[in-house]
């Protein structure tokens, strides 16, 4: 497709192909609003910002005794409908002096380093908005009071409090811990977490992955929320569903330049399930109630720390 101002000798310029570059950028920045903390299979077909996602959950039938000669009794299956609000809209505008000879150049114009920078603002403006609706909607376990002289092993029994906290709610394997960047210096140093690859897997990876130990895949950020220190769970618990709108472009009114740009719009929430979460009367969740399949801890921290 050809635009207004290219040459016919420069119709390859193609701005659509911008948003999967966008998409490849943005993800592995993510923390709380990536796939191994949220799930993205609500997302549906989002189109504006007010779109209302709808999820259904099917309650679990009654398993009956056979008889005779009572016989057998036919339920109707019940389902419980949960709303995710399509709530934030976000964009992203940049301006080219040249598109054409950006595009000629072979540099495509978000490898530049203040695209790359205004795709980090982005990503961030997500990772807290989801942060928070976690954060918000996770069980409060009883804080923990961080001993002076033995940090690390404090911070590693939490997890492991967290670990048993999960496993009483029978919350599946593929768990994971975010830990405020304090408590990753700290967690860092008990020997567990230090020689993970004995445990699981080491190495810090994409997504702000620190290691993988006890069942759990431990990530980092520095984009905890307010009084927050370490929140665990599973992605099935929190959806995110986000969708960029697709790429712009034209003469900017107020520079000799190009501008391009796109809108993501996105929301979040926690997922309720029957047998965990309490049923209302008109076939929605009690949604006052924290989930049980994440859980969040305070740390108290010793002046010196």
Same mark, same amino acid.
């Given at each position: ?7 016919? &000798?420069? !119709? ?6 911008? +948003?999967? !570059? ?15 903390? &949220? ?11 007010? %779109? ?62 203040? =695209? ?15 942060? %928070? ?33 999960? +496993? ?26 230090? =020689?993970?690859?004995?445990?699981? !897997? ?33 992605? !099935? ?14 003469? &900017? ?28 009367? +008109?076939?929605?969740? +009690? ?19």
């Amino acid at each position: 497709m050809a635009f207004p101002y290219q040459n016919p &000798s420069s !119709e390859t310029f193609v701005p659509e192909l911008w +948003d999967a !570059e966008l998409l490849t950028a943005f993800d592995p920045l993510l923390v709380w609003a990536s796939p191994l903390v &949220s799930n993205t299979k609500y997302e549906g077909d989002i189109r504006q910002q007010g %779109d209302v996602v709808h999820i259904n959950s099917l309650m679990r039938p009654t398993v009956g005794d056979y008889k005779l000669p009572d016989g057998m009794t036919a339920q109707r299956p019940e389902t419980v409908d949960q709303k995710l609000p399509i709530t934030e809209a976000k964009y992203l505008q940049v301006l080219v002096e040249d598109a054409e000879r950006v595009q000629l150049a072979g540099t495509r114009g978000l490898d530049s380093p203040i =695209n790359q920078q205004m795709i980090r603002a982005l990503a961030r403006e997500a990772d807290a908005f989801m942060g %928070d609706v976690i954060a918000k909607g996770a069980t409060a376990l009883p804080g923990v009071k961080a001993s002076a002289g033995n940090i690390p092993q404090s911070l590693y029994s939490t997890v492991l409090d967290v670990m048993l906290a999960l +496993d009483g709610n029978d919350i599946p394997a593929g768990r994971y811990v975010v830990v405020s960047p304090k408590v990753k210096r700290y967690l860092i140093e008990h020997p567990a977490v230090a =020689n993970a690859a004995a445990y699981g !897997e080491g190495g810090v990876t994409a997504n702000g992955v620190v290691a993988k130990l006890a069942g759990f895949t431990i990530l980092s950020t520095t984009a905890m929320p307010v009084g927050v220190d370490i929140v665990a769970g599973h992605s !099935e618990f929190a959806t995110y569903a986000s969708q960029f709108t697709g790429f712009r472009q034209g003469q &900017s009114e107020k520079y000799r330049a190009d501008y391009i740009d796109t809108l993501h719009l996105y929301g979040g929430k926690v997922v309720r399930y029957p047998d965990l979460d309490t049923k209302m009367s +008109d076939n929605t969740f +009690d949604e006052s109630k924290p989930t049980k399949g994440i859980c969040k801890v305070t740390v108290e921290w010793p002046k010196a720390a």
